[in-house]
């Protein structure tokens, strides 16, 4: 039975991004000398039409080839993915996988801190709701 269908990506569509990230354009042939393992020529055709469906890639012509190029940038692609995965497995809650974590010690108290003085250290954004 085939696997249902995901705006989040594979491990192997977000090694495919990340080549176009790195090029900005690239043929599909470049995209598969960039990938790990090389897979076959079909798989990185068949991958690239699957993300342009998702909506992550467009192509356009070049000459008898296609040149593809990421309609998202990463940093939206990681925004997307996030707020997929925290809805499918936290609820929602950014706190929750926080404390997650923290559980698991992926995030010391050390890291906290560093985390802490990091944003601290970010100019001040607007959070959503807030008057002028």
């Known amino acids: 039975m085939p696997r249902p269908r995901t705006e989040i990506l594979t ?12 090029f900005g354009n690239a043929t599909a042939d470049q995209v598969r000398a ?3 393992d090389q897979p ?5 055709r068949t991958l ?36 997929q995965f ?3 497995l936290f609820g929602g809650s950014a706190e929750s996988l926080v404390l997650r974590l923290i559980e698991d ?3 010391t108290p ?3 801190e560093e985390i802490r003085q990091s944003l601290q250290s970010r100019p ?6 807030a008057s002028s």
Request: hydrophobic share 40%.
């Open 105 to 107: 010690e992926a995030l």
């Open 86 to 88: 925290l809805a499918r």
């Open 34 to 36: 960039a990938l790990p």
């Open 11 to 22: 491990q192997r569509e977000a090694q495919i991004m990340d080549a176009l990230w790195r």
């Open 124 to 129: 001040a954004r607007r959070r959503k709701g």
């Open 48 to 83: 690239l039409r699957i993300l342009e469906a998702k909506g992550y890639v467009t192509h356009s012509a070049r000459g008898k080839s296609y040149l593809y190029h990421a309609k998202i940038g990463r940093s939206q692609a990681q925004k997307s993915a996030i707020r």
């Open 110 to 112: 050390e890291k906290l």
């Open 40 to 44: 076959h020529d079909s798989t990185v």
